[in-house]
């Protein structure tokens, strides 16, 4: 899996958009980009992933850079019950690669 | 509903004890995986199986033993515990070209 980077924390306004940045620079051509989000020490929570188009989904909507060297999950609006840990993680998801590599994400705190 | 399962949801273990976690998933997954959580950090992997009968070690294998003897069980063991292993335990499950389910989490503690 490609290394991902992201900030460590976030604060945005309710109601909001919420946009979380990622930083996969060594990111192949086979490799996904998914986003997870984690609630209060539950188990993570599938959000969007993509490959190089643009996607959208009832949730959130990602953005991939045309190099796909980044990439922008967005909240259109952010609510308090949006306030999570937020990881993107690089992926293979054909048959030759298994894991998926869960980096320190980002803390996003939606303040009233 | 459908989903991933994972017993206990808590356990408290004195050192040198061993115990088996379980993961039990009904969607008919080919993969499935364990991983830790401590307080502050991402989930790190710790085994994973590709299949029924199969197994293979993740970033953090030590001290963990697992099994897959049934394509919906994926059991992780501790044979000895340490306080090193308190962690929050998180199991999950995937098809090929789909993105994995996660389990509640199980938190053990180490005492």
């Known amino acids: 899996d490609a290394k991902t980077t992201q900030p460590p924390s976030m604060d945005c306004a309710e109601g909001r958009a919420a946009n979380l940045p990622c930083n996969h620079s060594?990111?192949?051509?086979?490799?996904?980009v998914y986003w997870y989000r984690q609630i209060h020490s539950q188990g993570p929570q599938y959000i969007i992933h993509?490959?190089?188009n643009n996607e959208t989904n009832e949730m959130a909507s990602l953005i991939i850079t045309e190099d796909r060297k980044s990439s922008t999950l967005i909240l259109p609006h952010a609510t308090l019950r949006d306030t999570a840990v937020y990881y993107c993680?690089?992926?293979?998801?054909?048959?030759?690669?298994?894991?998926?590599?869960f980096g320190k994400g980002t803390k996003l705190s939606v303040i009233p | 509903n459908a989903g991933v399962t994972q017993t206990p949801k808590f356990r408290v273990l004195k050192t040198g004890q061993s115990m088996t976690l379980l993961c039990a998933q009904d969607?008919?997954?080919?993969?499935m995986y364990w991983y830790r959580q401590d307080p502050g950090m991402g989930l790190r992997l710790i085994h994973y199986s590709v299949g029924e009968g199969t197994t293979a070690k993740g970033e953090v294998p030590d001290g963990y033993n697992v099994s897959r003897l049934k394509k919906q069980n994926f059991l992780l063991g501790l044979e000895s515990a340490a306080p090193s292993q308190t962690s929050v335990y998180f199991c999950?499950?995937?098809?090929?070209?789909?993105?994995?389910?996660f389990g509640q989490g199980t938190r053990l503690t180490v005492v």
């Open positions: 993509g490959l190089k």
């Open positions: 993680i690089a992926s293979s998801s054909g048959a030759g690669s298994y894991q998926l590599t």
């Open positions: 969607m008919n997954h080919e993969y």
């Open positions: 060594t990111i192949s051509g086979n490799e996904y």
């Open positions: 999950a499950s995937r098809t090929a070209g789909r993105s994995p389910f």
